[in-house]
């Protein structure tokens, strides 16, 4: 079945405690994202990835980090996560880019930090 | 620079009525237009999508939408909400050089009455 999987699915840290949220997709897709989701402000974009080492901000990209070592994994890295990244997490990926095509979300990650 | 405003936050209809969602959107580029729908709990599915074909575009579960240009403007239909449809609803524009970004709107949380 094609699918993003993205783990864990709920998180709970405390500032300051580095932690990683993987996501991996079975799709031989190139491109990759991450959004944060919060209530009123729909989702934004975090960072994204043309491909295997290619990788760019998005909007909202301070206090995070990515990696793109292999195709299939784009795993989200929070060195010091603080309280106000508390938020709902998505993972999606796309054939070669967002302009034309479907993109496939991940069922999310609830992280709180506190 | 690309945004996308839902101009409702909350949409509340009866079942078997019909379904109004609105949506505007500016972008600086020929757009591609997406409505994803969010269960609770679950990631995005894609409902339907406009790119630069026929401006009426049909989905899934009996939804529509119609791009027009001279209003800026994507809002999507249903003839009769089902209890099912009960969601919330994010449109989505993506218009950027390289179509990596993805544009959300606010968001619309779509209750159906019994």
């Known amino acids: 079945e094609a699918q993003v999987t993205q783990n864990p699915r709920y998180l709970i840290t405390v500032t300051g405690k580095k932690l990683t949220v993987t996501c991996s997709q079975n799709?031989?897709?190139?491109?990759m994202s991450w959004y944060r989701q919060d209530p009123g402000l729909g989702l934004r974009q975090i960072y994204y990835?043309?491909?295997?080492?290619?990788?760019d901000k998005g909007d909202v990209p301070e206090g995070y980090k990515v990696s793109r070592k292999e195709k299939r994994n784009f795993p989200l890295i929070l060195e010091s996560p603080s309280p106000n990244q508390t938020s709902l997490y998505f993972c999606?990926?796309?054939?070669?880019?967002?302009?034309?095509?479907?993109?496939?979300f991940g069922q999310g990650t609830r992280l709180t930090v506190v | 620079a690309q945004s996308v405003t839902q101009l409702d936050s909350h949409v509340s209809v009866s079942e078997g009525t019909p379904v109004l969602l609105r949506c505007n959107y500016s972008s600086s580029y020929s757009p591609s237009l997406f409505w994803y729908v969010q269960h609770p709990n679950k990631g995005l599915q894609l409902l339907l999508k406009?790119?630069?074909?026929?401006?009426l575009v049909k989905g899934i579960n009996g939804f529509e939408a119609e791009f027009k240009k001279s209003e800026t403007s994507f809002h999507l239909t249903k003839p009769s909400a089902h209890m099912s449809d009960a969601a919330e609803y994010f449109c989505v524009v993506s218009g950027s050089n390289a179509g990596n970004m993805l544009t959300f709107g606010g968001g619309t949380r779509l209750m159906v009455k019994p």
């Open positions: 999606a990926s796309s054939l070669n880019g967002f302009l034309n095509t479907e993109a496939f």
């Open positions: 799709m031989n897709h190139e491109y």
């Open positions: 990835s043309m491909n295997v080492e290619v990788t």
């Open positions: 406009y790119t630069s074909a026929a401006t």
